[in-house]
């Protein structure tokens, strides 16, 4: 299907959005119009839009006994492998729709969830815009440009490895991984309750990966030669805190903070993994706490532990570092010795605290 344009995001009412001064004699006629006896109703809406110097959605909203309230949109989000569904409001039929990059697709379901089938050749995880017009039943449309991911059904295992949440230029943070197994990295969201309170701080376009490898997410992009390594050549970054890992760049400048609930999402919710941090210096506030009550309910930290991370002693070259345990609990966590930062290879194993 090619795509000729994007339009901008719009919503309308089935009728025009004017201003009216007369709606006297609007009520009057419609009462003329229900009468059994009037023959002509052409001629009394005709009368109307005569006398009334303008029409009013208003208005005419009352005389036809429909509803200009358009259509709302929630979210879209990919259900299957080559399905895509959009969630509205109410119910609404697609007028059209457009995709970049182009492809074939087809509405499978109307309704307050619309299901789009599509055929793409890219890989999962990849960025696709939808530029959907849609309508109810009331002839209200709703324009929406919304970005998504297709479908990846290959993510892989992994831990959170590494942490640094203090900054002396170049020096930036950052969040490491470990891979556990091969797979596909796209659409993964990272999260830092503390900094952004629901929306992802990083989502990774598609990456092939193996087992074993370090994958770590920088916070600030302060530098040029910054480049995030999607391909198989992991010295593509020239940034003074590039590792010899696989690297991923921020854009901009985002502020790790010590007291944090880190955690990576895949496409259907799931916490892959998660860490509670706390530090002295930043409270324990109600976004981290409710992220914190999240990674409890999926498993992804020991309810009992009652305890997060304590960060304090954390510098830029005394990282937060995982041991060689994984029971979803602040015991498996120290921090590193003086000097002991290792982003992009194993952990040093001399502690600090």
Request: hydrophobic share 35%; charged share 25%.
């Given at each position: 299907?090619?795509?000729?344009?994007?339009?901008?995001?719009?919503?309308?009412?089935?009728?025009?959005?004017?201003?009216?001064?007369?709606?006297?004699?609007?009520?009057?006629?419609?009462e003329?119009?229900?009468?059994?006896?009037?023959?002509?109703?052409?001629?009394?809406?005709?009368a109307?839009?005569?006398i009334?110097?303008?029409?009013?959605?208003?208005?005419?909203?009352?005389?036809?006994?429909?509803?200009?309230?358009?259509?709302?949109?929630?979210?879209?989000?990919?259900?299957?492998?080559?399905?895509?569904?959009?969630?509205f409001?109410?119910?609404?039929?697609?007028?059209?729709?457009?995709?970049?990059?182009?492809?074939?697709?087809?509405?499978?379901?109307?309704?307050?969830?619309?299901k789009?089938?599509?055929?793409?050749?890219?890989?999962?995880?990849?960025?696709?815009?939808?530029?959907?017009?849609?309508?109810?039943?009331?002839?209200?449309?709703?324009?929406?440009?919304?970005?998504?991911?297709?479908?990846?059904?290959?993510?892989?295992?992994?831990?959170?490895?590494?942490?640094?949440?203090?900054?002396?230029?170049?020096?930036?943070?950052?969040?490491?991984l470990?891979?556990l197994?091969?797979?596909?990295?796209?659409?993964?969201?990272?999260?830092a309750?503390?900094?952004?309170?629901?929306?992802?701080?990083?989502?990774?376009?598609?990456?092939?990966?193996?087992?074993?490898?370090?994958?770590?997410?920088?916070?600030?992009?302060?530098?040029?030669?910054?480049?995030?390594?999607?391909?198989?050549?992991?010295?593509?970054?020239?940034?003074?805190?590039?590792?010899?890992?696989?690297?991923?760049?921020?854009?901009?400048?985002?502020?790790?903070?010590?007291?944090?609930?880190?955690?990576?999402?895949?496409?259907?919710?799931?916490?892959?993994?998660?860490?509670?941090?706390?530090?002295?210096?930043?409270?324990?506030?109600?976004?981290?706490?409710?992220?914190?009550?999240?990674?409890?309910?999926?498993?992804?930290?020991?309810?009992?532990?009652?305890?997060?991370?304590?960060?304090?002693?954390?510098?830029?070259?005394?990282?937060?570092?995982?041991?060689?345990?994984?029971?979803?609990?602040?015991?498996?966590?120290?921090?590193?010795?003086?000097?002991?930062?290792?982003?992009?290879?194993?952990?040093?194993?001399?502690?600090?605290?």
């Amino acid at each position: 299907m090619k795509r000729n344009r994007i339009r901008p995001v719009r919503q309308s009412a089935g009728l025009p959005n004017r201003s009216c001064k007369i709606l006297r004699p609007l009520r009057v006629l419609a009462e003329v119009v229900r009468k059994p006896k009037f023959p002509n109703n052409f001629i009394v809406w005709l009368a109307a839009l005569m006398i009334c110097s303008c029409s009013t959605e208003t208005a005419l909203q009352r005389l036809l006994g429909i509803s200009a309230a358009a259509p709302v949109f929630y979210g879209c989000k990919t259900s299957a492998e080559g399905e895509v569904d959009f969630l509205f409001s109410s119910a609404v039929k697609v007028v059209s729709m457009y995709f970049d990059p182009p492809m074939e697709a087809e509405a499978l379901t109307q309704g307050e969830t619309v299901k789009i089938r599509y055929e793409t050749s890219q890989p999962g995880g990849s960025k696709i815009t939808a530029d959907l017009l849609v309508e109810d039943k009331d002839r209200n449309t709703l324009n929406i440009l919304v970005n998504f991911r297709t479908r990846n059904n290959r993510m892989p295992d992994f831990v959170i490895n590494e942490i640094r949440t203090s900054y002396s230029k170049p020096k930036v943070e950052f969040i490491e991984l470990k891979t556990l197994q091969a797979g596909n990295l796209g659409a993964l969201r990272l999260f830092a309750a503390y900094d952004k309170e629901k929306e992802a701080i990083f989502e990774f376009p598609p990456v092939e990966v193996k087992a074993g490898e370090y994958v770590v997410v920088h916070s600030r992009s302060i530098e040029s030669g910054l480049v995030d390594e999607t391909g198989t050549t992991l010295t593509e970054s020239k940034g003074t805190d590039a590792s010899s890992g696989r690297d991923f760049w921020i854009p901009g400048v985002l502020k790790l903070h010590s007291t944090n609930a880190i955690y990576a999402m895949d496409q259907d919710n799931r916490i892959i993994d998660g860490v509670l941090l706390v530090n002295s210096k930043y409270p324990w506030k109600e976004p981290v706490a409710a992220a914190a009550s999240l990674l409890v309910s999926q498993g992804a930290w020991a309810e009992g532990d009652g305890e997060a991370v304590n960060s304090d002693g954390e510098s830029v070259t005394r990282t937060i570092c995982r041991g060689s345990r994984d029971s979803n609990s602040s015991s498996d966590w120290y921090i590193t010795v003086t000097s002991g930062a290792t982003p992009g290879r194993p952990n040093n194993p001399g502690r600090y605290r």
